[in-house]
């Protein structure tokens, strides 16, 4: 995009997840400059220049910015990043497509919550309890329960409990991943598990794929980590008559005007629960398989909002689609058991099959998988894309590489844990 070429693009976040964004503003000619608070982060190599800032310093963040007059600021795949991404904008006045209301409805799962109740989006039912732990609340749980932060995202700071110690232990992990020392208890919810990604643009809003997500049962006590999904949802035509009235509301009522989020569900018993949300580009990448089918990258729309203020002339009536103009989609992911990488297979031949529209690899031969990494996204290998014309065809390329991806430690133990049931996935 010879328009941009020159221009400077502060990109807030330096996870794996971030890299593709970074390529694509290079690719534009656009000088981009990557932040995070870990010196070592992954997109930095991919950037014009890296700068670290310590914690979640807006004041250094403006000082770069400043200091380097960008043109625009844009936040990546994280989410404890997109009130800092709002604050510089507005210290700049930069293009942003968060306001402060916004960002304090999404960024803390509590209010959240309480915000989507008022609009009849209903979250998991929770059970109050604080910091002090009072045994006349204690005695009120129903166990299990998932014990989260409010403040944090990929499954990090997430645990199970089934008895009360395993509560009290799960209270100290969440407020240790909690940056404002703030947590949550809810049902543990075992059921269809759901994510509903919206596109906004000028205020229009978009469902632009409604899906069904898997997640595994390998790691009792720990969040459930997301093994893939299957688009569209078998709940779509449901979700549109029950939910999506409700959430166009909410939406509307916060003022969101552009940018993309994603909400995670639950459907059980004929109702919606939603659990999450994220008011950013995704680490699951829904947009890579939208690119695909629909031929418009929502990446490229940010990039260009970051700079001009604007997403450009695409008409998303006509150009998105939630039933995905018939085609069939998966993400699947592989999840790796703790333990050191030393050989690799399954993934050599994929850039020559049509059905792998994209593969984002995070781990790679000579990593170490560790503890700490477990129960949350840090221990996928690689989430890969697929799109075919059938659900039978889906089923077979999903079987196909479920089979051969292989990762093996220095014993030849694999250390892939097994994917979700395809045929139940797809109800065949």
């Known amino acids: 995009m010879k328009e941009f070429e020159g221009k400077k693009l502060l990109i807030l976040g330096g996870n794996p997840e971030t890299i593709p964004l970074v390529e694509i503003a290079n690719n534009w000619g656009i000088k981009t400059i990557v932040a995070s608070a870990r010196h070592a982060d992954p997109a930095k190599a991919y950037a014009w220049k890296a700068c670290d800032f310590k914690g979640l310093d807006v004041g250094t963040v403006i000082k770069i910015a400043t200091e380097e007059q960008v043109d625009g600021v844009l936040v990546g795949v994280a989410d404890i990043l997109v009130p800092m991404y709002c604050k510089v904008c507005e210290a700049l006045d ?7 209301e916004i960002v304090d409805v999404f960024s803390f799962k509590d209010v959240f919550k309480s915000t989507c109740e008022r609009y009849g989006v209903h979250g998991i039912p929770e059970f109050y309890l604080d910091a002090e732990l009072r045994r006349e609340d204690l005695d009120k749980i129903q166990y299990p329960v998932m014990v989260k932060p409010v403040d944090n995202g990929g499954g990090v700071g997430m645990t199970v409990a089934y008895n009360e110690n395993e509560l009290r232990k799960g209270v100290e992990v969440a407020l240790e991943n909690s940056h ?15 994510g509903m990604y919206y596109t906004f643009k000028d205020g229009y809003c978009s469902a632009s794929c409604i899906y069904d997500r898997y997640t595994t049962d390998e790691q009792p006590g720990l969040s459930r980590v997301c093994l893939g999904g299957t688009y569209p949802s078998k709940h779509l035509d449901e979700y549109f008559e029950r939910m999506h009235p409700n959430a166009l509301r909410l939406f509307k009522e916060i003022g969101i005007q552009n940018g993309v989020l994603m909400l995670s569900g639950f459907y059980e018993n004929g109702e919606f629960y939603v659990y999450d949300t994220g008011f950013r580009l995704q680490g699951e990448a829904p947009h890579l398989l939208m690119k695909a089918i629909h031929g418009f990258d929502q990446r490229e729309m940010l990039i260009r909002f970051a700079l001009t203020g604007s997403e450009g002339d695409l008409d998303l009536r006509t150009a998105d689609d939630t039933k995905l103009r018939g085609k069939w989609a998966s993400t699947l992911w592989f999840l790796l058991k703790q333990g050191h990488i030393a050989k690799i297979e399954g993934l050599e031949d994929i850039e020559h099959d049509k059905r792998v529209v994209a593969n984002i690899q995070r781990l790679h031969e000579g990593d170490n998988v560790l503890s700490e990494w477990i129960g949350n996204e840090k221990q996928v290998l690689t989430r890969m894309y697929l799109v075919c014309d059938s659900k039978e065809e889906l089923a077979a390329c999903l079987k196909e590489y479920q089979a051969k991806v292989k990762v093996f430690d220095e014993h030849g133990k694999n250390l892939v844990l097994k994917g979700f049931d395809v045929d139940k996935a797809l109800c065949l």
Request: net charge neutral; charged share 25%.
């Open 94 to 100: 930069l293009p942003c497509y968060a306001t402060q």
């Open 180 to 194: 404002s020392k703030r947590f949550i208890v809810e049902k543990y919810m075992q059921c269809d598990d759901m």
